[in-house]
């Protein structure tokens, strides 16, 4: 299986912060890399795909970047609805696997 | 818009066989472009990948899973089913059914139900 490690497994960041998650495969998955997020209570909700592509309706202020076995999510300007849990997940092997997430916190 | 809802049993007993069944209204489950997955989540814990199917039956099953699980697609019903033998405590989670883009290069889950949770116990 392709193990997936999310960095940091938490962090507290205040509105408008620039938030930063990482992601590693433990092999080249080239691009196939999506971003979750996750509210408590509610299913968790696609933010990007294949890396870099922003699924539709969501804030520009969500980027992906990345390829290979290091990948990152930037939210350039927090705002409160974005305090969640993010997951990446990837898709380059049948066998589809989570990182374990990262919950964005208030400070 | 398309729309998935699981329903089953909220309690199984420890031993028991889990059975699950996911309802797609608003689009087919005969897509050209779709799998259709399920996945769980133990209560405060992260996601795990269960399995996916295609309409014409093919499957994909996390292989820490194999064993225990089985998929099937009820096309004319609209609907897609897990059944996950042998249960035990490590087993209680949410549940949750969704629909897998299987695109040319790119394939994630786009769109999921509101999950069920399901109870392993005596």
């Known amino acids: 299986d392709i193990q997936m490690t999310q960095s940091p497994s938490s962090l507290s960041a205040s509105v408008g912060d620039r938030v930063t998650i990482t992601c590693r495969a433990s092999?080249?998955?080239?691009?196939?890399l999506n971003w979750y997020q996750q509210k408590p209570g509610k299913a968790p909700k696609l933010l990007i795909h294949?890396?870099?592509s922003l699924q539709s309706g969501v804030p520009s202020r969500f980027s992906g970047s990345g390829s290979g076995t290091d990948f990152t999510l930037t939210i350039s300007s927090l705002q409160p609805e974005d305090f969640a849990t993010y997951y990446c997940?990837?898709?380059?092997?049948?066998?589809?696997?989570f990182g374990g997430g990262t919950k964005v916190e208030i400070k | 818009q398309l729309q998935l809802q699981e329903s089953g049993p909220g309690l199984v007993k420890p031993s028991e066989t889990l059975s699950l069944i996911c309802t797609v209204s608003?689009?087919?489950?005969?897509?050209?472009?779709?799998?259709w997955g399920w996945i769980r989540q133990p209560p405060g814990k992260g996601l795990e990948w269960i399995g996916s199917?295609?309409?014409?039956?093919?499957?994909y099953y996390n292989p820490s899973l194999k064993s225990r699980v089985t998929m099937s697609v009820d096309t004319p019903k609209n609907q897609f089913s897990l059944t996950l033998s042998s249960v035990t405590a490590a087993d209680t989670a949410m549940y949750y059914c969704?629909?897998?883009?299987?695109?040319?290069?790119?394939?994630?889950?786009?769109?999921w139900g509101q999950g069920t949770l399901v109870t392993v116990s005596s």
């Open positions: 608003g689009g087919s489950i005969s897509s050209n472009s779709y799998y």
């Open positions: 997940q990837q898709s380059y092997s049948t066998a589809l696997t």
């Open positions: 092999q080249s998955i080239t691009s196939y």
């Open positions: 199917i295609y309409y014409s039956g093919s499957t």
């Open positions: 294949a890396a870099s």
């Open positions: 969704a629909r897998y883009y299987h695109g040319l290069e790119e394939y994630y889950f786009d769109s």
